[in-house]
């Protein structure tokens, strides 16, 4: 398969698509998706070729080497088990996968070649459970949630994990800050961390060789801060509980030179529950995405040249999941034609007779899936067939049997890139 021919090959201007403009609309081209599979029994990425109308073929999966969290660490966040964003990223220059291996307090990384990957480093990740990864040139950095600890590598020419000496430094709230993600700013010269647990947002300086110094302490502007991502010089983070302990919501703020935060916009709640994950548009850059779990929807805001933030469309609400299942990671295409999303898959919480809330006969279904949408000119959403959404439905278990569905993703996947 050839990932870079273009609509052109195949077609005349634009893709026959309804809504799409043939004289704006990029040049379509195919690409790829990486899945995490974050299991406890080892850990693996697997690759979706992408064809130029966004659906997706699986095409092979490529051990880690480490382990996974799985779904055995926490069964109250089966479907979400690191509750993180940035478990699995992309190389600057886009040669390079870096992934957590959760489960054996290790990152890996694997070589880019075409629609196979190949297996470069793994090494300990500084700390216990890591969650979250960021990268800037050749400096990767790792959030650990175990025990708080950040640390640092430098990447090789050839994509091999140096550690840095002097790099590791912990979060304000330590063991029990529940970080959910760590970002280097845009010029690489500080690091954002989120703490889930403790409402805080720590920004770390990064000296000229790379190491981390002591974190400044920010009070986050609403509870449960999630995302730590940018849009240009705007730090954007989500809100699991929103500022009123609802619905989820974003906040924006500026980060100042010495560490601390200044608000731009203040939690600006969501119409949806749990809002978590995020992904800036490519077509119009005004326009961010938000996964809000519970809802199983994404939700959308507009960025203003100043950082403010309103809802889009009027009542933020965008799309849902098929049968609104729990939205989870979230990428972008760099062509930014398509969005994909880690779907859960039904309740675990209420059909898993190991928990107190468990209800006999409930419908029950391990498998999650990747959910797809067209970004259309408007910015709205268009939806697609994805991955593993068509598999056979739920199968209906009873007590201490717990039987899974064919086809989807593994249980507990997490991680997600693009291109």
């Given at each position: 398969?050839?990932?870079?021919?273009?609509?052109?090959?195949?077609?005349?201007?634009?893709?026959?698509?309804?809504?799409?403009?043939?004289?704006?609309?990029?040049?379509?081209r195919g690409g790829f998706v990486y899945v995490m599979s974050n299991q406890e029994t080892g850990n693996s990425v697997?690759?979706?070729?992408?064809?130029?109308?966004?659906?997706?073929?699986r095409k092979g999966t490529y051990p880690t080497g480490g382990l996974g969290a799985g779904r055995s660490?926490?069964?109250?966040?089966?479907?979400?088990?690191?509750?993180?964003?940035?478990?699995?990223?992309?190389?600057?220059?886009?040669?390079?996968?870096?992934?957590?291996?959760?489960?054996?307090?290790?990152?890996?990384?694997?070589?880019?070649?075409?629609?196979?990957?190949?297996?470069?480093?793994?090494?300990?990740?500084?700390?216990?459970?890591?969650?979250?990864?960021?990268?800037?040139?050749?400096?990767?950095?790792?959030?650990?949630?175990?025990?708080?600890?950040?640390?640092?590598?430098?990447?090789?020419?050839?994509?091999q994990l140096t550690p840095i000496d002097g790099s590791l430094q912990y979060l304000v709230g330590g063991a029990t800050a529940g970080p959910s993600q760590i970002s280097f700013t845009p010029d690489g010269t500080q690091l954002v961390a989120t703490e889930r647990q403790t409402n805080v947002i720590d920004v770390f300086p990064v000296d000229a060789y790379g190491r981390a110094g002591a974190p400044v302490r920010n009070d986050s502007h609403g509870p449960a801060p999630f995302t730590a991502t940018f849009h240009g010089e705007f730090l954007l983070v989500?809100?699991?509980?929103?500022?009123?302990?609802?619905?989820?919501?974003?906040?924006?703020?500026?980060?100042?030179?010495?560490?601390?935060?200044?608000?731009?916009?203040g939690s600006v709640d969501t119409t949806e529950a749990t809002t978590c994950w995020t992904a800036n548009s490519v077509l119009d850059p005004s326009v961010i995405y938000a996964a809000s779990a519970q809802s199983g929807s994404i939700a959308g805001f507009r960025i203003s040249d100043t950082g403010e933030l309103t809802l889009f469309p009027p009542d933020g609400h965008m799309a849902i999941s098929r049968d609104q299942h729990a939205t989870q990671?979230?990428?972008?295409?760099?062509?930014?034609?398509?969005?994909?999303?880690?779907?859960?898959?039904?309740?675990?919480?209420?059909?898993?007779?190991?928990?107190?809330?468990?209800?006999?006969?409930?419908?029950?279904?391990?498998k999650m899936s990747i959910a797809a949408w067209r970004i259309e000119a408007s910015g709205g959403l268009t939806p697609l067939r994805g991955f593993g959404v068509q598999d056979d439905p739920p199968r209906v278990v009873s007590q201490g049997v717990l039987a899974p569905s064919a086809g989807g993703l593994a249980p507990g996947s997490e991680g997600l890139v693009a291109i």
């Open positions: 398969m050839d990932t870079n021919v273009t609509a052109d090959a195949v077609t005349e201007l634009g893709s026959g698509h309804p809504g799409d403009d043939p004289t704006t609309a990029p040049p379509r697997t690759v979706f070729a992408r064809d130029i109308y966004g659906n997706l073929t660490y926490d069964l109250e966040d089966a479907s979400d088990p690191l509750v993180s964003q940035g478990s699995l990223i992309i190389s600057d220059d886009k040669r390079f996968l870096f992934g957590v291996d959760a489960g054996s307090n290790e990152v890996s990384s694997l070589a880019i070649e075409g629609e196979r990957l190949r297996h470069i480093s793994r090494v300990p990740s500084g700390g216990v459970r890591p969650v979250s990864l960021t990268v800037h040139g050749n400096l990767l950095y790792v959030a650990n949630s175990g025990d708080g600890a950040v640390s640092g590598f430098t990447i090789g020419d050839y994509g989500t809100e699991v509980v929103g500022g009123h302990n609802f619905l989820g919501s974003m906040s924006t703020y500026r980060v100042n030179r010495d560490g601390t935060l200044q608000v731009i916009s990671d979230m990428a972008i295409t760099e062509d930014g034609l398509y969005l994909y999303v880690i779907v859960a898959g039904f309740d675990e919480k209420i059909a898993d007779p190991r928990l107190p809330n468990y209800t006999e006969g409930t419908p029950y279904s391990n």
